[in-house]
């Protein structure tokens, strides 16, 4: 199934969350409004990629998430998942020259010690694209794609600290269970 424009963007606000969410929400977030949303979410639903768990809620299926390409590919989740050596260590900074002492060292760490540091820290490294330049150069340009998408929301504060929170935890996730299939 070839996605237009919105049903992509309902796809790709689904997968940032790994809870079930209500359509009214997800317009909001997207953009559109709510009967639009429902109707799209209804044509994802018959697709595959969107299944209601509980009534009036919707989730992004595992055929959802590989139509919106961020299923993890042959090899790639031991090499993301490495514990890091200090020349790739993420260090978070609140402003030009101010470190904050917090550093991550692995996916893991990184997605640990985004629930702590401070919020100023997030958006200066988000609209700056530093997770996004960090996350490629470790190798994962799937969730890098994903925090564009949250950095081009323009959300903020507590918001903003759990999209990236549910992303990166979500990612680590799928590719943790990718290596234990194998």
């Known amino acids: 199934m070839r996605l237009n424009p919105v049903k992509r963007k309902i796809l790709e606000e689904m997968a940032l969350h790994t809870q079930p969410r209500r359509p009214k929400e997800i317009a909001e977030k997207v953009g559109v409004?709510?009967?639009?949303?429902?109707?799209?979410?209804?044509g994802l639903?018959?697709?595959?990629?969107?299944?209601?768990?509980?009534?009036?809620?919707?989730?992004?299926?595992?055929?959802g998430v590989d139509i919106v390409d961020i299923q993890v590919g042959e090899g790639e989740g031991a090499s993301i998942l490495a514990s890091l050596g200090p020349d790739k260590t993420f260090y978070f900074y609140i402003g030009v020259n101010q470190y904050s002492g917090v550093r991550a060292d692995s996916?893991?760490?990184f997605s640990e010690k985004i629930k702590d540091v401070s919020v100023q820290s997030l958006e200066f490294h988000l609209?700056?694209?530093?997770?996004?330049?960090?996350?490629?150069?470790?190798?994962?340009?799937?969730?890098?794609?994903?925090?564009?998408?949250i950095r081009e929301k323009g959300v903020s504060g507590e918001e903003l600290r759990s999209l990236i929170y549910e992303a990166v935890k979500t990612r680590h996730d799928v590719l943790q269970e990718s290596l234990v299939r194998k």
């Open 33 to 42: 409004n709510f009967s639009s949303c429902m109707m799209h979410i209804l």
């Open 127 to 149: 609209v700056r694209e530093d997770f996004e330049r960090w996350l490629k150069s470790i190798g994962d340009v799937k969730l890098a794609k994903k925090l564009a998408a």
């Open 45 to 63: 639903k018959k697709a595959g990629y969107v299944s209601s768990p509980v009534k009036g809620y919707y989730k992004i299926t595992d055929l």
């Open 107 to 109: 996916l893991f760490d």
